[in-house]
Nanobody, 127 residues
Framework: QGQFLESGGGLVQPGGSLRLSCTGS????????MAWYRQGPESRCELIAS????????HGEGPGKGRFTASRDNAKNTAYLQMNDLKPEDTAVYYC????????????????????WGQGIQVTVSS
């Protein structure tokens, strides 16, 4: 399993922005496609954005469409999630994931030898 250093979460007011970072080690970072997921209270694990191994950025999908942008810098082994215009319903634990196949999971964070998950970053949107 890979190891991760994550940062950027916290408490933000509605309409605000946050940038999450996820730095990976212990696996071939640049060869893995990556994705950001989130899981809110009593919610299923949701895909937010995904980037191929050689990609640089991608717009958000689903709940992140139009507001979130994912990016990665393989030279720094770091992935980012820029979140703008945050809403209370964005409150969740956000996860970075590196895998060659993104099989659906009910609960985020269930990694394996070739499916690397970060520990999760708490984001709370509240006034």
């Amino acid at each position: 399993q890979g190891q991760f250093l994550e940062s950027g979460g916290g408490l933000v007011q509605p309409g605000g922005s946050l940038r999450l970072s996820c730095t990976g080690s212990g696996f071939a970072f640049s060869t893995y496609p990556m994705a950001w997921y989130r899981q809110g209270p009593e919610s299923r694990c949701e895909l937010i954005a995904s980037i191929p191994s050689a990609g640089t950025s991608a717009h958000g999908e689903g709940p992140g469409k139009g507001r979130f942008t994912a990016s990665r810098d393989n030279a720094k082994n770091t992935a980012y999630l820029q979140m703008n215009d945050l809403k209370p319903e964005d409150t969740a634990v956000y996860y970075c994931r590196f895998a060659h196949a993104f099989l659906m999971q009910t609960t985020c964070g269930q990694g394996s030898e070739y499916d690397h998950w970060g520990q999760g970053i708490q984001v709370t949107v509240s006034s």
